[in-house]
């Protein structure tokens, strides 16, 4: 187990300071991730009331016209706006007197390449260690209809689909692990929070926003969201998160986008 870290980061003491960075949080998960949330929630209780969710699909990665270099070009704008929330996190950081990429665990900092390396290995080992369970959990919710099925890649087949698959798993972790764990943890260990709130809060807004895939992904990205902010509550590096959340993400679209057509999926 890996001991816990202390909190890098001075408390907010100020009562205006603290009620602007509360409005703070709001309006970047309103940008971000707690947008995704309010949609996800109500794609539920949309699918809910079609029937069970076992016969429906939902698609990620999907095609934006007809055309191929349309596409790409929609593709590689909408990875890029997306990803503003969470250069706005950073900088709003940064603005508030923080040193930002360290306070998030995004530099190299001290250690070099052994920093890099151990960021690397640590990814690969949650990834392991998360994507067999959450295969698991998948499988299960779809077996007992609380589940849809998750087509991971609705992209046509051009040269450019294999790179912007991996691009889109780049910018899901980076938007999912710099907003929902690094800056959310920060920004709530500087009002006072408790780490066990902080754990809570983290793991449900992960959850509520995956919740357009059915009850079961909800769930397990949840259980997820629990391990990676404990993980950086105790060791301040989000780059690890971003590994793990990465290989997950192109493992699901990369393999299914060269797999579909061998395995009849």
Do not use: C
């Not at 959990?137 to 991996?166: F, K």
């Not at 949840?222 to 989000?238: H, N, P, Y």
């Amino acid at each position: 187990m890996l001991p816990a870290a202390p909190p890098s980061v001075p408390p907010i003491e100020s009562p205006r300071a603290r009620t602007l960075v509360r409005a703070e949080i709001v309006i970047v998960l309103a940008l971000s991730l707690g947008q995704s949330a309010v949609y996800a929630i109500l794609a539920l209780a949309d699918a809910l009331s079609r029937g069970p969710l076992r016969h429906q699909t939902t698609s990620l990665n999907t095609s934006q016209s007809p055309r191929p270099w349309f596409d790409f070009a929609y593709q590689l704008v909408g990875i890029a706006v997306t990803l503003t929330p969470a250069a706005l996190a950073v900088l709003l950081l940064a603005m508030s007197g923080l040193a930002a990429w360290e306070t998030l665990g995004l530099a190299r900092a001290r250690g070099g390449r052994r920093r890099l390396v151990r960021d690397l290995g640590w990814g690969a080992l949650l990834a392991a260690s998360i994507g067999i369970p959450g295969l698991a959990i998948y499988y299960a919710g779809r077996a007992i209809g609380a589940t849809v099925e998750v087509v991971p890649a609705a992209l046509g087949e051009y040269w450019w689909t294999v790179p912007v698959l991996i691009l889109q798993a780049i910018k899901n972790a980076v938007i999912e692990e710099v907003i929902a764990v690094g800056y959310l943890t920060v920004r709530l260990e500087q009002l006072g929070w408790g780490p066990r709130r902080i754990v809570a809060v983290s793991a449900l807004l992960r959850g509520s926003y995956h919740l357009y895939q059915g009850i079961g992904p909800g769930i397990a990205n949840a259980l997820m969201g629990v391990v990676f902010a404990e993980f950086f509550r105790r060791t301040r590096r989000t780059m690890p998160l971003i590994v793990a959340h990465t290989l997950l993400d192109v493992v699901a679209f990369v393999g299914y986008a060269l797999l579909k057509n061998v395995i009849g999926l």
